[in-house]
């Protein structure tokens, strides 16, 4: 299955005052009205039209499987803004075979997720997953 | 090459994962479930979420530099923080630029798990407020 270049469904997320707030302590920082930074993070998985466990089932994986989150990315375009709605559109841009001694091979998978507000970029996310696979000769 | 000031948060606080996973929408249980992260083998308490991870850099960065705007930052998660854990952090500054009249400042950071070893590394792009007090 070639996953490399699929657009991910679209979909909507909003950062509403309360959660804002919830967002700031869980990540043990004041809380304040502008959201923190790594907010991008939880907008685009939130916003992304699929699940995460349906995402990692689209990779052939599940979500008890193992799956790590390996590398992340975040470009602030604009500060983001509680209260505001951001479209978010996701695609997975590569996959690529690998091998480490700790979870033997895995495919590194590089998703990338836009956050637009009112048609304007205000952050792009990239989240590459290191998602366990057999062996060929089906050792696990 | 400056070094950022150190920075340390004494202990991870699982009751923060729980309101994490429900913000994130992330089904995982080892975030929230001690026998579950058992169960799978991953580790002897709930796991910490990258996010979170990720964010303590970010509030270490904001605390040697307050009133600035993070750019871009990339981090690279080498292994896991768990309840209950201290987790300490440093870095440097790399570079210095003035861009549209704007002060940025280029880092490298990193975070660990004393006794663990290295947890996150990364680097990160903020600008600074301006003299005046505006950004």
Redesign the interface.
Known sequence: MDLAGRELPSGSARLEPY?NW??H?????PPQSEP???AA??LA??GIGI???DLFALFGSD??D?P?????????HH?LAEDADYQVRGVIESVERRRSRRIGPFDRITCRFDLYQADDLAATVTNVFAVPRADQDGAP | MTELPSWKLDQVDAARMKTLALLLADPNPIHLDPAAARRFGVADGPVNQGPSTMAMAVNMLLAAFPGARLLSYRARLLGLVLAQDSVEGGGNITSREILDGQERVRCRLHLEVPGRGRVLDGEAVLVLPAADGNS
Do not use: K, T
């Open positions: 959660q919830l967002l302590d869980a990540f043990y920082s923190h930074p790594v993070f939880v998985n939130r699940s995460m466990a979500i008890n193992g790590l989150l390996a590398e992340s990315a975040i470009e602030l500060p």
